[in-house]
């Protein structure tokens, strides 16, 4: 069974400082993907990066960036000079690859965590 | 580009009622996934299809069906509703059947059962 833990539960920080977003994942399968997901107030799941568990490059995206780390299983998300838009439920997800049969497992989510930036 | 369209977006049904919960994926997309998401909780899967056949099942009650149809549209259909079941209900698709790559979600479907 897979297991995603975000063990910060809200975040909340003044705007332009940086602020990083925990995750840590629990799975015995060797191919298994990582996601980011932001839910903003309107509620809908936004997707921002998949990473699967070969590929350990870290990744930046304007002002976000992931930090995926095999060795202490975490796949970390920092946002870098934060803004009020920012604010919103983020949430880390795993999944992992099943190939017999076709089809998928869906996805195991984290708890979320509740970023709050102040103006 | 278009993406994964749920409807209707809100409904609302009394105790012991049914719904149906509609999903068109995205174009080409071979995979559905259906999730339930409580109030303050994270995304719960429920139940996903591949090519039209049932892949994987999560935490579906057995008062909920769901199947693909030949177009890939997936329906998700509740029975004898109860108060724990008002939820936002999320529809994802993704391409590739066998493996999980970017799964993209609809806006959801918010069901309050009253």
């Known amino acids: 069974a897979q297991k995603v833990t975000q063990a910060q539960t809200e975040i909340s920080v003044v705007e332009k400082e940086d602020v990083t977003l925990d995750c840590v994942y629990e799975?015995?399968?060797?191919?298994?993907?990582l996601f980011w997901y932001k839910q903003p107030p309107s509620g809908e799941l936004v997707f921002l990066i998949r990473?699967?568990?070969?590929?350990?490059q870290n990744e930046i995206s304007g002002r976000y960036s992931w930090n995926f780390q095999k060795s202490t299983s975490s796949f970390n998300f920092t946002i870098t000079a934060s803004q009020v838009v920012d604010s919103a439920v983020y949430f880390c997800a795993l999944s992992v690859v099943v190939y017999s049969g076709g089809g998928a497992d869906g996805l195991t989510f984290g708890k979320g965590t509740h970023l709050i930036i102040q103006p | 580009a278009a993406g994964v369209i749920q409807s209707p977006r809100h409904l609302i049904k009394e105790k012991r009622e049914t719904a149906t919960l509609k999903c068109y994926p995205i174009p080409r997309h071979d995979t559905v996934y259906w999730y339930q998401q409580g109030p303050g909780q994270d995304p719960q899967f429920l139940i996903s299809f591949y090519e039209k056949m049932q892949s994987d099942k999560g935490s579906i009650p057995d008062r909920f069906s769901a199947q693909q149809f030949s177009d890939y549209h997936s329906e998700l259909n509740m029975s004898s509703l109860e108060l724990g079941d008002s939820a936002l209900y999320f529809c994802?698709?993704?391409?590739?059947?066998?493996?999980?790559?970017?799964?993209?979600f609809g806006q959801g479907t918010r069901l309050t059962v009253v």
């Open positions: 799975t015995r399968d060797t191919t298994y993907y």
């Open positions: 994802a698709s993704s391409l590739e059947g066998g493996e999980v790559t970017e799964a993209f």
């Open positions: 990473r699967n568990s070969f590929d350990e």
